[in-house]
């Protein structure tokens, strides 16, 4: 007869682990960019915007892009389920940039945790003002996380990969650090 375990599952918080990411962790990253963007951008970018991107994670390009980012990813039980990166922005350097949220199950809070985590570190370096360019599948995860639509363009990442995205902004309280805890 089986037995019943007292303790009670863990949370996403015991079970989610967050840390740097390394140059080790970069084909982990290329395969969770290239199935996410595959799998949960269906109707919000075309087949051709998804082939250009999916080309681009796979060249050094994508490695010299990710590079500049301080970037994070969410590990469970070992594998590599979410990233998030962000760099300063903006013309003047005052806005802290969320480049890029990368989850491999949706709905699950991972990409809510990643974002507290990007948010929390940026206001810790001294930035109010975050800004994220958002392929429309995700700009309603952005909205029910406090980010406003400012407007809709192009995120050129390379010349030959753009995708259409609609910009959101959020300031933080001042003086006060976003919620997350800091592994």
């Not at 109010?128 to 909205?143: E, R, Y």
């Amino acid at each position: 007869m089986a037995q019943i375990s007292s303790t009670p599952p863990a949370t996403l918080d015991e079970l989610l682990k967050v840390r740097p990411i390394g140059l080790d962790d970069f084909a982990d990253i290329r395969s969770l960019h290239a199935t996410a963007v595959r799998a949960h951008t269906l109707g919000a970018l075309s087949e051709e915007e998804v082939t250009s991107f999916v080309k681009l994670v796979g060249s050094p390009d994508y490695s010299a892009l990710l590079l500049r980012e301080e970037l994070y990813g969410g590990w469970i039980d070992g594998e590599l389920v979410g990233t998030v990166s962000w760099h300063a922005g903006g013309s003047t350097g005052a806005t802290a940039t969320i480049s890029g949220i990368f989850v491999r199950h949706i709905k699950l809070g991972i990409g809510r945790r990643l974002l507290a985590e990007a948010e929390t570190r940026a206001h810790r370096s001294g930035f109010d003002l975050l800004s994220a360019g958002a392929t429309a599948n995700a700009v309603p995860f952005f909205q029910r996380l406090g980010y406003e639509k400012v407007s809709r363009g192009v995120r050129t990442l390379t010349h030959d990969c753009r995708l259409p995205v609609t910009f959101l902004r959020k300031r933080l309280p001042p003086g006060r650090p976003a919620h997350a805890p800091l592994n």
